[in-house]
């Protein structure tokens, strides 16, 4: 049988991916990236490539491979994505999450669009090319990374502090979450994230005098707490336009918008609006509440989280206001905490993007935008690494692509993988 390379193979790559459990809840007690680690780095064997896998603790497994360019000395790009998945419950969905079904033109399943389509895509891109004897212009670094769902401890941060010769020459990078479409009046925009928040997922601790619930008593650490926690969670942040939001306004409204008129102009967005909206100010997001044991008796210590994200260029002012909500008898420490990273939106590898999606997607166009959440590139980005989000995908109209992240029914249909694959051939030929 003759071998299926490219975007012949990708949708068949991404169902093989889905259908091993890599799911990671956060607590270092799954089944790991290994399994799914062993058949990318087998898939990449098979065209001549030397894999590694790389393991920071049992089971949890990093793939890295370097494809040799035609020009050497030129600086390498990183091509990345993650191989596990967030936690999911089968009964709520139509297809089983690990089935990697696929029906009514797309492929079903948990990591569908977060991202074992991008992985399925690097995969049948490079294997195509080499299989054909295509080097790119210059070394790509392929890197497909564990945990990157729990902030990368054993994935991308572990690589960039154990392993940082995988990265050497590397100065430029492309993985998750951009590059898919959203069809406007203006016509089909896709977005390439060039900016991400940052991360400050805080434990915020209270302590006042126990004693017995049918006392009177001021120094209660549970008032304390919740009072600290509203004022958090009602706090109105003031918009703060960073230069990747004002690209955003001018590439889709063709002007400048100002601040008293972002979030207005974010509510023509349609399905848009949820993601955009996010990006245009500070979040503090109460999640967790815990005090207490018994109805009549007062506790000590009260404790909450709090998921905190910061734009780029706003993590001072983020924490200050941070602390004088709080007020004095609060205290914070970090569960996790990371960088907010901007890239500029021009260059040569902007300028590889745009020209690839247009000449698969004549009269599109591609306009940056800013992702509340975070990706691997965090962890890249302390080694002198820009980057952006480009998974590129030509989506249905009606489909709430974002809003699959983590839910129920992920899927992507096989039309898209097929585009992407399309698009990434041309862009690691122009880049």
Known sequence: MTPRYGEDEVAELCRDLIRIDSVNAGDNAGPGEREAAEYVAGKLSEVGLEPRILESDRGRANVVARVEGTDPSRDALVLHG?????????????????????????????????????????????????????????????????????????????????????????????????????????????????????????????????????????????????????????????????????????EVFGTEVKAEDAEAAVATLGPLARMIGATLRNTTNPTMLQAGYKANVIPQIATAHVDGRFLPGYEDEFFQTVDELLGPNVTREFVYHDVAVETPFKGPLVKAMADALQEEDPGSRAVPYTLSGGTDLKAFSRLGISGYGFAPLRLPEDLDFSGMFHGVDERVPVDSLRFGVRVLDRFLEYC
């Open 82 to 250: 993650h191989l596990d998945v967030v936690p999911f419950d089968a009964a709520d969905w139509t297809h089983h999450p690990l089935s990697g079904e696929i029906a009514d033109g797309c492929v079903w399943g948990r990591g569908a669009v977060d991202m074992k389509d991008m992985d399925a895509m690097i995969l049948a891109v490079v294997r195509r090319r080499l299989s054909e004897g295509r080097r790119p212009p210059r070394d790509v670094v392929l890197v497909f990374t564990a945990d990157e769902e729990a902030g990368g401890h054993y994935g991308a941060q572990w690589l960039a502090g154990r392993h940082p010769e995988v990265f050497e020459g590397c100065t430029e990078a492309i993985g998750e979450v951009g590059g898919f479409s959203v069809t406007t009046e203006k016509g089909r925009l896709y977005l390439i994230e060039a900016a991400e928040k940052g991360i400050a997922w805080m434990r915020l601790t209270a302590k006042g005098r126990a004693g017995h619930g049918s006392m009177l008593n001021d120094d209660n650490a549970v008032t304390e707490l919740a009072e600290a926690v509203g004022r958090l969670g009602r706090h109105k942040w003031p918009v703060r336009l960073t230069p990747t939001v004002q690209a955003f306004f001018e």
